[in-house]
Nanobody, 117 residues
Framework: QVQLVESGGGLVQPGGTLRLSCAAS????????MGWYRQAPGKERELVAT???????TYADSVKGRSTISRDNAKNTVDLQMNGLKVEDTAVYYC???????????WGQGTQVTVSS
């Protein structure tokens, strides 16, 4: 089992910056990939970015070039730095950790990000 706790959400103006952090505990050594997903009202949950245990990253096209995912293995945290925020980035952001790529893994409770003027 893995427990995930997100932090860093909030209200930010369009064009602003936000940094989300996810702290993991439990069976951390079994985690092969961690990531951030988001779900906007009335929409399905979608991938934002992932980072593997080797440091390989993937990004959704919608955030590519203005977001950076990073991992601190010593602190067992995964951060998501988002720049140039847009209104359409408004969503609940969830941290995810997986033991296997083809299984859903574990989820945090989510943190709200609202981009509005």
């Amino acid at each position: 089992q893995v427990q995930l706790v997100e932090s860093g959400g909030g209200l930010v103006q369009p064009g602003g910056t936000l940094r989300l952090s996810c702290a993991a505990s439990g069976s951390i050594s079994r985690i092969i990939v961690m990531g951030w997903y988001r779900q906007a009202p009335g929409k399905e949950r979608e991938l934002v970015a992932t980072i593997s245990s080797s440091g390989a990253t993937t990004y959704a096209d919608s955030v590519k070039g203005r977001s950076t995912i990073s991992r601190d293995n010593a602190k067992n945290t995964v951060d998501l730095q988002m720049n140039g925020l847009k209104v359409e980035d408004t969503a609940v952001y969830y941290c995810n950790a997986r033991f296997y790529y083809n299984r859903p893994g574990f989820w945090g409770q989510g943190t709200q990000v609202t981009v509005s003027s």
